[in-house]
């Protein structure tokens, strides 16, 4: 049957954390289960919901929702063959953002502390065990590298959102060389923004230049202007324009906003 194999399908993609959709038809004239079509974001589509048409249609909503920034469950209107609409309640995962903190020190912890809380799945990078431990870090998964073996040990996606706090010029330097040409949508790098200019003109005349488009993603100094102070409040300040760029927002006050938590438009 069909129906069972879309919703093992469903069920295997939240377990090994890939992207989907699942289709199922709400509304039928006709008896048994209902139809489901599962469209992972990458691969074939598995299933039917009864209707060539209905698939068709579900097929390019889903490819639609998992381009969004924020994409929801919802329920879509589809018509079928016979130009009869049909209710489909289109059910969508999408795994957790990553963030990926380079630098195991005191003002991390805080940082990746409120990192699991907010559900991303938190990195944290550093090559000293004594400092990137578990009792540190606890519900953050703990790379022990050395920045020539970041190539072989880390995955950075769009969906990566990244902040280099190492308090070594030296090793921001090399991490710059690795993340800036990534897809991460966001990298954060402490310090002020005379630092900022040193670290790149070093790397300049090492010959390592970046596109605008990837200093674009670079944010330094890092979070919002919200007078944090000590890493507590720090960490609130990063996670804050993380939250912000995410979602596509600035980060200004609400105060005296016609509308409040609404999203940026895509």
């Known amino acids: 049957m069909p129906q069972p194999l879309a919703f093992d399908a469903w069920l295997d993609c939240i ?21 489901r079509l599962f469209i992972p974001k990458e691969g074939q589509a598995v299933g039917t919901l009864g209707d060539s048409a209905l698939d068709a249609q579900a097929l390019l909503a889903a490819a639609n929702k998992l381009n969004e920034p924020n994409p929801k469950p919802q329920t879509k209107g589809l018509h079928n ?12 995962y999408i795994p957790p953002l990553t963030l990926l903190i380079f630098g195991a020190g005191h003002d ?31 519900g953050a998964t703990r790379v022990i590298a050395e920045t020539a073996k970041f190539a072989e040990r880390l995955f950075i996606d ?5 902040i280099v706090m190492n308090h070594h010029l030296e ?8 993340v800036l040409p990534s897809q991460a949508p966001y990298i954060g790098v402490l310090g002020p923004r005379s630092r900022r ?3 790149l003109e070093a790397l300049e005349k090492e010959g390592v230049r ?40 600035t980060g200004g006050f609400l105060h005296n906003s016609m509308h409040i938590h609404q999203l940026a438009q895509s």
Do not use: C, W
Request: hydrophobic letters at 40%; aromatic letters at 8%.
């Open 108 to 138: 991390a912890i805080p940082v990746a502390k409120y990192g699991v809380s907010l559900g991303f799945h938190t990195v944290v990078v550093d090559q000293r065990p004594f400092y990137n431990s578990e009792e540190r870090f606890p």
């Open 210 to 249: 970046f596109e605008n488009s990837q200093l674009e993603r670079m944010y330094s100094p890092v979070g919002l202007d919200i007078g944090a102070s000590g890493a507590e409040e720090i960490a609130i300040s990063v996670l804050g324009e993380i939250i912000a760029v995410k979602n596509g927002h």
């Open 158 to 162: 769009s969906r990566t959102y990244i």
């Open 171 to 178: 090793k921001d330097q090399e991490t710059l060389k690795f």
């Open 15 to 35: 377990q090994e954390k890939r992207e989907g959709v699942l289709a199922t038809v709400l509304q039928t004239g006709e008896a048994g289960p209902p139809g």
């Open 197 to 199: 200019m040193r670290m």
């Open 81 to 92: 063959a016979e130009k009869k609409e049909v209710s489909v309640f289109m059910d969508v």
